[in-house]
């Protein structure tokens, strides 16, 4: 059993299955509210509603192209044409992309390898030491909490064309939930920032090193299960893995972290 899985399961066994999330929130069959600092591998960062992305997808669903035919909010192959995906890419990246879409994280990275093998980066928001401008090929997690299942290569216009596979087909109304999913991350770029973060340093500094919204443990590898299970106790979801950092919870009252501040865990 994996990370994910056996958290998933020990939420289960102690506060029955999840019934309902909003925003950094997830309230279980038993009546339990847990604060969400895993958030979907990052997915998740702007809440676990979907807001106007949930809005979209249902528009353009009623609409009933759900085909693999092109539309306004699907990539063309080769990026012949700018779709409505595309140009959110390019706004979020503050520069010109051409984007192909795959459904597995090995596919989506070797692909943007093949033609950037030195210039190449996982997408992270809020990452003020990078210039998104100038890397070469992008591979961006779509803030969306229901889209594991999808990455985006984004691509300078200059590099050639990619041979196939050259992206796969995903239908118009995923493509438009994940297009205003992509906008809302640009305006909350511009509207969080440390002041949202740092109020809660006064608990979290104690075992996590905070870089803007991430929060990379101080924990030893060796007892970093140990201090998941702990903080789930207290109320709190982090980062099953240990490379991948936890997310400090926007909007969240500071009170969500006295369980834990009463209860400390050893390190």
Known sequence: MNEISQLASEITQRFGVIKR?????????????????YQEHGRAILGWGGGSAFTVLKNVLSRGITGSYDTD?????????????????????????????????????KAALSL??????????WALDTDWRSVGAVVIEPPLPWTSFMWIVAVRPEAPELQEPAGERFSAPLCAAV??????????????????????????????????????PKIAESRYPDFVLHCLEQGLIISPEYNQPSIVPFGADRGVFRKLEAHPFTV
């Open 116 to 125: 950037f093998p030195e210039n190449t980066s996982f997408y992270r928001p």
């Open 179 to 216: 297009t205003r999913a992509l906008y809302d991350m640009v305006k909350a770029l511009q509207e969080r920032s440390e002041k949202d973060w740092f109020i809660y340093d006064t608990v979290l500094t104690r075992y996590w090193t905070r870089k803007g919204p991430y929060l990379y």
């Open 73 to 109: 909010f699907t990539p063309r192959a080769g990026g012949s044409a700018k779709s409505q995906l595309s140009r959110a890419v390019s706004t979020l990246l503050a520069s010109e992309r051409v984007v192909y879409v795959y459904s597995s994280r090995n596919a989506a990275l």
């Open 21 to 37: 999330a909003r925003g950094c929130y997830i309230y279980t069959a038993k009546g339990v509210r847990l604060t969400d600092l």
